[in-house]
């Protein structure tokens, strides 16, 4: 059974910064590319940054690029996002699924949702 356990998350003052964590298990995490994702209440979720099964390429959403970088650790089934100056609009329930590659970045290509991690900035 496919399981993804998101941590991290809190609160924080714009301009700050936070580190999340996805933690992956049931499944052969080195060959499959993951993403972060976001949603605000009433909105649809989106993709915030995808990386490949290697690590070696990366997609962010514009809204987040300079800003959010993410990584993984293939060893330990681990995924992470490093989120800096952290703007309001950034307030939202983070989760981690895998994704067909970078190119498929989407809610709709996700696979094995977690339960989610909440980040909310304040102004």
């Known amino acids: 059974q496919v399981h993804m356990a998101e941590s991290g998350g809190g609160l924080v003052q714009a301009g700050g910064s936070l580190k999340l964590s996805c933690t992956a298990s049931?499944?052969?995490?080195?060959?499959?590319?993951m993403g972060w994702f976001r949603q605000i209440a009433g909105k649809e979720r989106e993709g915030v940054s995808c990386?490949?099964?290697?690590?070696?390429?990366?997609y962010y959403a514009d809204s987040v690029k300079g800003r959010f970088t993410i990584s993984r650790e293939n060893t330990n089934n681990t995924l992470s996002l490093q989120m800096n100056n952290l703007e309001p609009e950034d307030t939202a329930m983070y989760y981690c699924?895998?994704?067909?590659?970078?190119?498929?970045?989407?809610?709709?290509?996700?696979?094995?949702w977690g339960q989610g991690t909440q980040v909310t900035v304040s102004s």
């Open positions: 990386i490949t099964a290697t690590g070696d390429n990366t």
């Open positions: 049931g499944l052969t995490f080195r060959r499959i590319a």
């Open positions: 699924a895998a994704v067909p590659g970078i190119t498929h970045c989407s809610a709709s290509r996700g696979s094995f």
